[in-house]
């Protein structure tokens, strides 16, 4: 009996230690994630794979409603790096910062009110929590990710009066914030990209420059500078700015407030860095599939 209780226990161990080896064989065979949620910090932030690509950043000077300080557009090639599928939630914001600054109050709508400082704090205590690298989009991740593939005034074309089934806008949010996520999501599933709230980049602005001056002239001062200075380390590859960068942040997207002009893929304001009225953000995280 005891030699039969014996084999059984080994023989439960064995099994143990195959299934054990099974699952590691799994987990490494296993396609990448092209998405997780961040929930080390108990935040449940859904975090989507933006593949690197190259896209044209900026407006045609053909597109309605567009400024100048859009073009000229540009190539911008970029490794892959994470995305927030949504704004930063006021929920989220509150369970890391110990405070709420929106205007529009609900614990699902996107928190604004917020600086860019305030958004770069998120980012580092994020950043603690997880034991990995948050931060902000730079300007380029930013309209790459919000184009998902489109040369159109927005992710899914060019008409305004479609902009109400992915954002709320000017037109259609009835003066305030909405949950996040609830308009449906661009090509590369990320929400409320046009309007709800602004969203501040982690650069600083400045004017573009074309493909052939920006080679000549090492044109990525501007962006790797603010990288390099706040500590981001999202987005120095697309340094489309020239030399003499603007001394703001910049904030993209359009909000809840906005014309459907200012929702626009290409469509940039810069701002001082403690603007914060109608601005929130979401996150991005340099790196490489999991
Ligand atoms: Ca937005
Ligand atoms: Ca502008």
């Not at 400024?67 to 929920?91: R, S």
């Not at 002239?217 to 987005?235: D, L, M, N, P, Q």
Request: proline share 4%; charged share 20%.
């Amino acid at each position: 009996m005891r030699k039969l209780s014996s084999v059984l226990v080994l023989s439960a161990l064995a099994c143990a230690a195959l299934t054990r080896a099974e699952e590691k064989t799994a987990e490494t065979s296993a396609p990448a994630a092209s998405s997780y949620m961040e929930n080390r910090a108990g935040l449940n932030m859904n975090m989507i794979w933006i593949e690197g690509g190259a896209f044209r950043m900026g407006s045609p000077e053909s597109e309605v409603g567009r400024d100048k300080d859009e073009g000229p557009t540009h190539t911008v090639t970029l490794p892959g790096f994470w995305m927030g599928a949504t704004e930063v939630a006021q929920a989220q914001y509150e369970a890391l910062m110990g405070n709420n600054p929106s205007f529009n109050k609900g614990e699902n709508h996107p928190v604004e009110c917020v600086s860019w400082e305030n958004a770069m704090e998120f980012c580092r205590k994020l950043s603690d929590a997880a034991g990995t690298t948050y931060t902000l989009p730079s300007e380029a991740q930013w309209e790459y990710a919000c184009r998902a593939g489109s040369s159109s005034r927005f992710c899914f074309g060019d008409s305004d009066r479609q902009l109400g089934d992915y954002a709320w806008h000017g037109e259609n949010a009835g003066k305030q914030t909405h949950p996040v996520g609830k308009k449906k999501p661009n090509a590369w599933g990320l929400y409320d990209m046009h309007g709800n709230v602004w969203e501040w980049c982690l650069d600083l602005g400045g004017p573009y420059e074309s493909d052939s001056t920006h080679g000549a002239k090492g044109a990525s001062k501007g962006g790797s500078e603010a990288v390099s200075k706040h500590g981001g380390g999202g987005g120095s590859e697309g340094g489309s700015k020239g030399s003499s960068a603007w001394t703001c942040h910049l904030m993209r997207g359009g909000s809840w407030l906005n014309d459907p002009r200012k929702c626009r893929s290409a469509y940039r304001v810069g701002l001082s860095p403690d603007t914060s009225v109608g601005v929130g953000f979401r996150v991005a995280r340099p790196g490489v599939l999991r």
